[in-house]
């Protein structure tokens, strides 16, 4: 359950980066609204930040498939 709140913030913050620098430049190259310019790019430390905290969640608690369950025998 975790790991999948980790993957969906992890899209959440991508998808919010990706908008923000896209709209960003767009508002601020074709258009004369610099302020929601500004506003879309200020949203973009904020989807970077979800993107971090997604990203370091899947990390810490997603399990390691590279180790394998050992058969403990007694000696």
């Given amino acids: 359950m975790?790991?999948?709140i980790g993957r969906?913030?992890?899209?959440?913050?991508?998808i919010v980066t990706l908008f923000g620098?896209?709209?960003g430049f767009g508002f601020l190259l074709l258009s004369d609204q610099q302020n929601l310019a500004k506003i879309c790019f200020m949203s973009v430390?904020?989807?970077?930040?979800?993107?971090f905290?997604?990203?370091s969640t899947i990390v810490l608690f997603e399990p390691n498939r590279r180790v394998k369950k050992r058969d403990i025998t007694p000696l």
Avoid: D, R
């Fill in 53 to 55: 905290v997604g990203l």
């Fill in 45 to 51: 430390p904020v989807g970077f930040l979800f993107l």
């Fill in 21 to 23: 620098v896209a709209g």
């Fill in 2 to 4: 975790t790991v999948l």
């Fill in 8 to 14: 969906i913030t992890l899209v959440f913050g991508l």
